[in-house]
């Protein structure tokens, strides 16, 4: 589930009915910063999918956030040499978060190419036929180069490249989750249908200019698409040569079929729309409320919800409305068929299984429709989403959007860490545990740890006073060393929450006196001496579980450090302590 508070931050949160023991239950900020300042990026609406996550900000930039998976993300790209063209340099990533693999290399394949690569044909025709040998009647040849490149940037955001101005967006959407199935399959079954048949989902965006694109080429190997489509607009029959104006879009999560609402107030369902041509071939106007001018639109599989001028909530069922049905809107729904659902709701998001999740007018806190079921679209009462981001409270968040398209949702399962402030995950193999063997010898076993306590507190107790005695000692040996590590930091001074990749250097002389330092990989470093040092303390959070929070005197700046095992992060949370207790002028009184 995805959220988008009133500062332009993205969140999100787990949307599995059964969590365990290890899911973090909380809202992630996954907020959105610029490469070159790290300075936060205000987002105005995020659109989610079942693999991909489309941000857009204030200024009509797109931003995708790819989810991870199993799989690599790979694009084999090819071009063809003949004698006269060699087209290998025109070639770039299509954006920051892609990576060349390999080199150009030569399709060496014997079924169509010969030992050198080439294969040979009459001429350069369009429809000629090239063979892997050469004969009395070929007087061309060519060669097929390949270059494989992956995507990278997973579970961070990047900016979507821009071609042209007219590429600058006020809205977009997405949807059609439910035909996906369908389009992979007629991709397997046909090979010469069209790219659109292979596309994972159809994602719309509306420019500055009024005019209404549709992005092709998504796939799981192209996650954002390869180009647009323009959409003709929408003809305004009461004078001619005139078009709406479109202020909204919205799209259907199950079929996807697209909504636009004018800034007028009227509703336009698109129509024509199929697997293989998921943007469709017309526009049809349909009723809305007692004919009032509308402001929002969600619609699942059956169940179309609108937002009205008036600030009253609407919902009707659309008949005929089924799986993988592309239903005209403009013969099944009438403005008497609408159903008033009151005035305290607005922003609705709806799943492709018609669970309705919104938010409230008034305190805009973020609410899901319980008791959603095929023979109540309806639903009965609106429960409250708990805002917590693992702090002791509760949060005041003020949401502005909320996204549900990439939930499955079931209306018996509601996950309870949304609804229920107190819950906390129990993992089913504690309770198999607790009849476990050991447990039957507990007291033998806390017998034998006192006795190895013992042990190692008297040889540590020599150590520490053999190795942090009294820096002005005069029997005190003299030794000097560094450590060094690879690591992710942050400081608090900084303006962004980013973590940047650094080298730490450790520099211990005498055990007492010494400096830690951080240079930092796009420049600049950090450092403080052991005088300046207040305590180092290990903490985890959502994306660095092996991390250390050491505190300074110096601007009481604090620096946290993330290292890539816990053994390490334990090595240097005990080195930075005793240095901090040799160092510290109440050494002496310890």
């Not at 101005?165 to 090979?191: K, P, Y």
């Not at 729904?333 to 409230?360: E, F």
């Amino acid at each position: 589930l995805w959220g988008l508070d009133d500062a332009g931050r993205p969140h999100r949160l787990n949307a599995s009915s059964e969590p365990h023991t290890d899911d973090y239950l909380d809202w992630i900020n996954e907020a959105v910063f610029a490469d070159f300042d790290h300075q936060q990026i205000r987002i105005q609406k995020v659109v989610a999918t079942k693999h991909h996550i489309i941000a857009l900000d204030r200024h009509g930039y797109c931003y995708l956030y790819a989810c991870p998976s199993h799989t690599a993300i790979r694009f084999v790209v090819s071009t063809y040499e003949n004698q006269q063209n060699q087209p290998l340099d025109s070639f770039e990533l299509p954006s920051d978060g892609w990576k060349w693999e390999q080199p150009w290399m030569i399709d060496s394949s014997e079924e169509y190419f010969d030992k050198e690569g080439w294969q040979y044909a009459f001429n350069f025709g369009a429809n000629v036929t090239y063979r892997n040998a050469q004969s009395a009647m070929t007087f061309v040849r060519r060669r097929r180069w390949l270059r494989a490149r992956r995507y990278t940037a997973l579970c961070r955001w990047v900016q979507m490249a821009i071609t042209k101005q007219s590429e600058v967006f006020l809205d977009i959407c997405a949807g059609g989750f439910d035909i996906e199935n369908n389009r992979s399959s007629t991709n397997n079954g046909n090979n010469t249908s069209s790219s659109s048949a292979s596309d994972l989902y159809s994602f719309f965006a509306l420019s500055l200019d009024g005019d209404l694109y549709w992005r092709e080429g998504i796939q799981k190997n192209c996650p954002e698409g390869s180009g647009w489509v323009q959409i003709e607009p929408i003809p305004n029959t009461s004078e001619e040569d005139t078009y709406h104006e479109i202020a909204a879009i919205s799209c259907s999560a199950s079929c996807g079929l697209l909504i636009a609402i004018t800034w007028n107030g009227l509703v336009f369902c698109r129509v024509g729309i199929t697997s293989k041509c998921p943007y469709g071939k017309g526009w049809r106007s349909f009723a809305s409320p007692c004919n009032l001018p509308v402001i929002s639109v969600a619609m699942g599989r059956r169940a179309l919800w609108m937002v009205t001028s008036s600030g009253r909530l609407w919902m009707t069922s659309v008949k005929g409305a089924a799986l993988g049905v592309y239903p005209d809107l403009s013969k099944c729904i009438t403005a008497d068929s609408y159903t008033s659902m009151g005035d305290g709701m607005c922003r609705i998001s709806v799943t492709n299984n018609d669970q309705v999740l919104g938010i409230s007018q008034r305190d805009e806190r973020m609410f899901i429709r319980s008791d959603v079921r095929d023979d109540e679209l309806s639903g009965r009462s609106w429960l409250e989403i708990v805002a917590r981001d693992g702090s002791a409270g509760d949060m005041n968040f003020k949401w502005r959007q909320v996204e549900t398209g990439n939930c499955a949702i079931v209306a018996k399962r509601i996950p309870r860490h949304w609804i229920d402030k107190n819950f906390i995950a129990r993992d089913c193999s504690a309770t198999a545990d607790l009849k476990s063997e050991w447990r039957q010898q507990v007291g033998l076993i806390i017998s034998l740890l006192d006795n190895r306590n013992e042990l190692l507190w008297n040889v540590f107790q020599d150590v520490e006073t053999a190795t942090l005695s009294h820096p002005n000692s005069p029997d005190r040996p003299s030794e000097s060393w560094t450590k060094t590590a690879n690591v992710h930091a942050s400081l608090s001074t900084w303006r962004s929450l980013n973590w940047i990749d650094c080298m730490a250097h450790l520099l211990v002389s005498d055990s007492v006196e010494g400096t830690i330092r951080l240079h930092f990989r796009r420049g600049g470093s950090f450092q403080a001496d052991f005088f300046e040092l207040l305590g180092a303390f290990a903490f985890c959070d959502s994306r660095w579980k092996n991390a250390l929070e050491v505190r300074t005197t110096q601007n009481r700046t604090t620096l946290n450090i993330a290292f890539a095992s816990e053994d390490e992060r334990d090595q240097w949370s005990d080195i930075l302590q005793k240095v901090y207790l040799s160092a510290s002028p109440l050494v002496g009184y310890i």
